[in-house]
């Protein structure tokens, strides 16, 4: 069956995926003469830097998501369908979706990648990802739904496992949600249950390697252990997690109990099917030319978190980032618009603009490429970034509302559970 | 099993319920010498005017709810329990609820109505209702989920019934969703979906007795109807649903296709087992004396929306409203708070403030007793009483910003469809 698409004398350039590769793209691309089709399971974009505020209670999903509609009303040559893509037919080029299948001249695979349990099943189901919208959403109603059933359980280390919580990965993502966990406990938690003993809560950040926010300097590593050691974290480097039943977490010589971890230890591309086996590197990522283009194809490109392209700089590929995919979506759209002007198409050179994380109310820190930045300058220049960076001007004022509010107040105010009641938990 | 409650030297007072009705009578109750213990499936308040507005896209979950634990930050005599409560022994006083038994001195049974579908399973599990938070967002996503599908139709009939919204039930609640949606068919939903008509789209308010607004004035009531006529919805009086499938609508004598329908024709008191039956009146309402004391008992009251109170103005009882609520819970405290001074019991008396509600964009109708107003005026009014009668200056703030900026921009801009895409619809 085919896709209901219409039909134009323009060449047909499908997108699978609205996130910041493939939004960028399908916006730069929209400025040439082609039909762009983009393709998406959810009908927004998400700001994923900001899900672990969102996890926290600060933020709403609104406030970081963006309706892809949105973006393109005035584009009429982009089509946008809520589509989940099965696999790709590469011979006859052709995408198969739950809506039919939709051909196209060009295909640009977009569709980041997702969490990685390195195989462990049982960490999967007992532990709470965070690459999505919907996953920081069920942290927030994990996490707030374990203190209301701490206030009813009479054993002490049970009601200490309801209390604790497990962070794992030392990347931006760990490094963030657990000081924010840490300011909570401190600020907001014993006035909400004050029948609960907050200093009984333990936060663990675990890493697996023996820094942490491993893409950043030295000096920025350093400091954010020494933000989180400050905040109450217990943060343990050269940490592996063996497995998790959803009450022990289970490590190397020692166990912790918490009913909740919250798993950021790793990514791992989003599959599709119909993607040559051998085109795949470690990580689920397709191997890629300096233009994006697809080993073995001449017509499929694939950017951001799920390709893998090796610059001099980067012999093992460039960073899983936001800002990768960006800058590789707009060499992209200039490349495959050229071609309509028979113009010659310009290899990629990532430009690093730099890293930043933040671990706490008034600490973060920052490495530009030419000056490292720690404390609350840094986290200034966080706040100000993440806010320009934000799809809609509405959702940037909001935002800033939310902080400023939740800065004065020390409270974030968001702390609803929100699922249907009539459903069983 | 008891429930773990701390056991103070207070009388305790348990109150079944959060809404407008329970939470301020707890508000109230908490000055006064007592233990207060607030019961509620769900951890926050929810601001029940403005669902709809949830629904068509305009605000946030959280804008117009309002976490219970924060309202009582100050109050350490009040305890709060996510709980659901199963039944009531009114002979040993407690309730028994899913964390274990509570018993009482005194019990408030602030329970409130849930949609009423007149005993139709089919109408119930087709159509969908609006009577919570997790309920309005439903209907956001079905709505913009359809729009989603229509693309996809190549039957011209099947896709205007993925269009087309049937609302039944002319009160308020209808009337304000039956305005918004014909809002957002004029100015948002074309720019979303270019490839629709939506000149094709119909919106249909059915109500089965001849006149809109039934609580509400002669004027306010036709004012209504005129407005709605002018925004192109199909209003049809004196007309009633018989049945619905999830494609048509069976009337009296004919049938309407449509994907949606938004019942909003009723109430029904939620029920608690252990009510004794005698005391239950139409609408599963608890009948209570002038003191809100359930009848045949001592100790145990009712307010708001469940129970059943008439007064010489109002042989038939209250109006089921929030006002009705919150003015019951105001007199209720005093009354129990008086026991401990020994003061006598005053009888309630409801002091009708006025109704109101609001058709579309500078569209609404008051009625104040002193004074009937219609139009860009009262839209005014209408907001201003809606935004300082929620709880917590941030959303008030937020909704403000939220109204100001739809109102420019002609646009609600939350669509989104926020639900687990791992999840098979």
Redesign the interface.
Known sequence: MK??V?ITSQKRVVVIGGGFGGLKFARKLAKYDFQVVLLD????HQFQPLFYQVATAGL???AI?F?L??VF?KQ?NV?I??A?VTSVNTKESFVVTD??EISYDYLVVAIGADTNFFGNEKIKSNSLPMK???EA?NIRNRI??NY?EA????DAADQQAHMNIVVVGGGPTGVEVAGTLAEMRKNILP?????LKFERMQIYLLEASPKLLNGLSQKSSEKSKEYLDKLGVNVRLETRVKDYDGNTVFLENSQIQARTLIWAAGVIGNKLEGIPADVLVRGNRIKVDRFNKMEGSENVFALGDVCFMTEEKFPNGHPQVAQVAMQQAENLARNLGGILKNEDMKPFTYRDLGSMATVGRNLAVVDFPFMKIQGFFAWLIWMFVHLMSIV?A?NR??IF??WA?NYITY?Q?????????KKKK
Chains 1, 2 share one sequence.
């Open positions: 896709a209901k219409p399971k959810i009908n927004y709403e999903p609104s998501s309706p509609r949105k009303h009429d089509v369908r809520l989940e809506i039919g999505s919208t919907v959403l707030l739904q209301e206030l009813s359980i009479e006035k909400d249950f004050p029948e809609g509405k004022v909001l509302i939310n509010w409270d105010s968001l702390r609803l559970i929100i699922k249907d009641p």
